[in-house]
């Protein structure tokens, strides 16, 4: 593992996938390519990255900046609404 | 002979069994359409459990209804979260396009009489949210969110 990388493992509930990233990596680029990884369809406007009850927003914002631990476990959550 | 929902069931639920693993949940299966999600955790630590049946999964939505832990009794006050936000609704049952229980079409207090089940997935407040395992952990991060308030009773 390289210096200022951490360890994630992102959930969909259909399946999950653990990836690498810079510390400073954008939460929209995390979104990207769990979504990628995972074989879904559509982009990040589709799902949303959830770390312990709280969404990762604005996506724009780097990982570092949410305190994201090393092996953390976050969740891709599909974005359909409650109404 | 087996159904396309129970194929569906079947293979959605071994994902939400996988995921209920990691997060410390139980799944408890009650016949091959309909199951039980017990000891959600909520932010506060209260615990809930969601029974879902998907008769006629996925030509319509899973029916998704609060429910007593042990006793499986539906939608008692008592056995059903409240909080802000359109999933804790004050009917009583996760409003969503992706639960029949929110349908006029499927019972008379629902509070959507404007949609339609047939085509659901592809109602404009749907979002990606198309498989159980999906709506699963949507309700779980919703329990965990700032949104939820406490027990209805």
């Known amino acids: ?50 770390y312990e009850g709280n969404t990762l927003t604005p996506d724009e914002r780097p990982l570092v900046s949410f305190h994201i631990p090393n092996n953390a476990c976050l969740e891709l959550v599909a974005t359909g609404q409650g109404v | 002979m087996t159904t396309q929902s129970e194929l569906m069931v079947q293979k959605e639920l071994t994902a939400v069994e996988k995921y209920a693993t990691a997060k410390g949940f139980q799944v408890a299966v009650v016949d091959t359409l309909t199951f039980v999600v017990k000891n959600l955790p909520s932010k506060n630590g209260e615990k809930y459990a969601l029974h879902v049946h998907c008769e006629d999964y996925p030509n319509k939505p899973p029916i998704f209804r609060w429910c007593a832990p042990e006793t499986f009794e539906l939608e008692s006050p008592k056995d059903t979260p409240k909080g802000g936000g359109g999933f804790f609704h004050g009917c009583g049952t996760p409003c969503a396009p992706w ?21 659901w997935q592809t109602n404009s407040k749907i ?7 999906r709506m699963i952990v949507k309700m779980c991060t919703e329990l965990q969110s700032e949104r939820y308030i406490g027990r209805a009773a």
């Open chain 1, 1 to 50: 593992m390289k210096d200022n990388e951490i360890v994630i493992k992102i959930s969909s509930g259909d399946d999950d996938v653990t990836l690498a990233f810079s510390e400073t990596t954008k939460i929209k680029d995390v979104e990207n390519a769990a979504i990628h990884e995972l074989g879904f369809e559509g982009s990040s406007d589709g799902f949303e990255l959830v």
């Open chain 2, 99 to 119: 639960n029949r229980n929110s349908y006029k079409q499927f019972h008379s207090k629902a509070p959507h009489g404007d949609w339609n089940m047939e085509g």
């Open chain 2, 127 to 133: 979002g990606q949210c198309t498989t159980i395992p």
